[in-house]
């Protein structure tokens, strides 16, 4: 069975009624184990009650995981939803998963990835930065190394995101990343499917996954362009809709997929991640069963 990480922030995402075990690399790991694979969750939790809870909760959704306890707090994020069900972020700063330690653990679990998700938050801290470069160095050459860029709050800087293109094959952005990227890189001059290319052709990357919200999204490469319409559906929250998107995306090519179909299967997903709270719903038969056959 191969193997899917997710590296980096693992926390709760706290809305005003309930909290959510959210952050996007184990969320994107959770949602690729569903199609037949091995997901892990790499991070690091405290020494407190939000920390156990995390590790009951993916025992409980039978996630794998290499999560350290550390002297940290166990990161929290409070958020907020908009009238269209969009999350406002607040992150809580200097907790333990800005801390991740690298391991022997780490080192044995990256040989062995198949895939792996990092994203730029858990970046801001240099400790967790170095432990994901470790990391990445270690991951086989023809394993999917996808950076999704996640800019959130004041949480990156231009050396952040040209590092990470410099270390993964493939970029997930959704269009709003895309306007800032532009503005740090000075791009404001090309249009949003020409940032895309210019980022695929610079950093030598294998594909580009932009996301446009209920709009619909894209996935370049240098022989193929495929779009699709989001489908229109009843949202109850977007929280953990593009890390969805993600994993069911990587998991379609790991089974032999192409990219057409691939894309197809994330656009459904993440749909239907739509439309239920949270970021890590269990999916439904019809998704989970369609490579059954191959896993066997």
């Known amino acids: 069975m191969k193997t899917i ?53 993916l025992a409980e959704k039978e996630l794998n995981f290499l999560i350290e306890t550390i002297d940290y707090p166990t ?78 709050q004041h949480f990156y800087s231009k050396e952040i995101i040209h590092e990470s293109l410099l270390r993964c094959n ?15 890189f000075d791009l404001k001059n090309l249009s949003e499917q020409e940032i895309c290319r210019k980022l695929l052709q610079d950093y030598h990357l294998d594909r580009v996954i932009e996301t446009k919200g209920a709009v619909g999204s894209y996935v370049l490469t240098a022989d193929e362009t495929s779009y699709m319409d989001t489908p229109k559906v009843h949202v109850a929250d977007t929280v953990g809709a593009g890390d969805s998107f993600t994993g069911a995306f990587v998991a379609a090519l790991l089974h032999g997929e192409s990219i057409r179909k691939a894309h197809q299967l994330a656009v459904e997903v993440s749909a239907y991640v739509c439309t239920q709270h949270g970021a890590m719903p269990k999916l439904p038969d019809a998704f989970v069963e369609l490579f059954k056959e191959k896993t066997k």
């Open 5 to 57: 990480a997710g590296l980096g922030e693992i926390l709760w995402d706290v809305f005003p009624e309930r909290k959510i075990l959210g952050g996007a690399p184990a969320n994107f790991a959770y949602q690729a184990s569903q199609f037949g694979f091995k997901g892990y969750a790499v991070s690091a939790i405290g020494k407190d009650l939000l920390g156990k809870e995390i590790l009951d909760s």
């Open 75 to 152: 990161g929290t994020v409070q958020v907020t939803l908009d009238d269209k069900g969009v999350p406002q972020y607040e992150i809580c700063e200097n907790v333990a998963w800005d801390n991740i330690p690298f391991s022997g653990q780490a080192e044995e679990l990256a040989r062995n990835c198949s895939a792996v998700c990092f994203g730029s938050l858990a970046q801001r801290n240099v400790v967790s930065r170095a432990t994901i470069y470790r990391f990445l160095e270690l991951v086989p050459d023809d394993a999917y190394k996808i950076f999704d860029i996640n800019l959130r």
């Open 170 to 184: 493939t970029l997930k952005i959704n269009d709003e990343e895309v306007i800032e990227v532009a503005k740090l």
